[in-house]
């Protein structure tokens, strides 16, 4: 059975239109990610799920494989689900969000060894501590808390847990709370099925798909990492990332040329 990572891009953004195609790097931000995906080793196959014939002609361009699908979806996950429904050899779907083009391939492999080595979660996903008090409170930034099985026992855009007696100096002690990271991995059947179920009232509430999943019993793998990858949903988070893409394509020729004069 096969591992499929599958990225949902689309054309229309409210912050940022035109997102997967931004090309101040010299290369479209679609094509960041998918080099970024093809880093892992554990995928067999890499596809851009996408509406939009610009962005499949552009992924076709650089090498990489568009499939074509419906343009009403209401989530990323529909979009996943589709392609996956029509891949019948794929045991593990993975979601890579279609804006983190500086995801190490390492995260998406831990994640696929936590699905495989959790036979009895139909899906995973990641989270990192919170040190920050301001990630904390920031109901843009989704927080996550774990059982002691390294389960979700639920997920909310609200501070998680409530500290009551106030909250402690992240630097001091362990977290509690977690900040959810957008990357999962599927076993296809179970995707197939809970995509095909209507929202939630949780997720409504929310609008958070990963609750309808809890709501409906099924547990969800956690796995902690050290640190998050960085998604792009501004002007200018885009610019931070030009920025950072030069910087490392500067300092890559420096070492090129310390190791061309030491040769």
Do not use: W
């Amino acid at each position: 059975m096969e591992i499929i990572a599958v990225i949902p891009a689309r054309f229309a953004s409210t912050r940022l239109p035109g997102k997967p195609l931004l090309s101040e790097t010299g290369r479209p931000l679609i094509q960041h990610v998918v080099e970024a995906a093809r880093r892992a080793k554990s995928l067999h196959r890499i596809i851009v799920a996408t509406d939009d014939p610009r962005i499949a002609d552009v992924v076709a361009g650089f090498g990489g494989e568009p499939m074509m699908t419906r343009a009403d979806h209401a989530t990323g996950t529909e979009r996943v689900a589709e392609v996956a429904a029509r891949i019948e050899q794929a045991g593990i779907i993975v979601n890579v969000q279609g804006d983190e083009p500086e995801i190490a391939g390492s995260t998406i492999d831990r994640l696929v060894s936590l699905l495989e080595s959790d036979r009895d979660a139909p899906m995973a996903t990641l989270a990192t501590p919170i040190r920050d008090p301001a990630v904390y409170r920031d109901p843009s930034c989704v927080k996550v808390v774990c059982s002691r099985l390294d389960r979700a026992l639920y997920f909310s855009r609200s501070p998680i847990p409530f500290h009551r007696d106030g909250l402690p100096d992240p630097a001091a002690s362990t977290p509690v709370a977690h900040l959810h990271l957008g990357l999962y991995a599927y076993r296809r059947e179970f995707l197939l099925s809970i995509s095909s179920l209507p929202p939630s009232p949780l997720e409504a509430a929310e609008k958070l798909e990963q609750l309808r999943v809890l709501e409906a019993g099924h547990p969800i793998a956690i796995g902690i990492v050290d640190e998050p990858s960085i998604g792009i949903d501004t002007p200018e988070d885009y610019r931070r990332f030009v920025d950072r893409f030069r910087k490392s394509q500067v300092e890559a020729e420096r070492r090129e040329e310390v190791r061309h004069h030491r040769d």
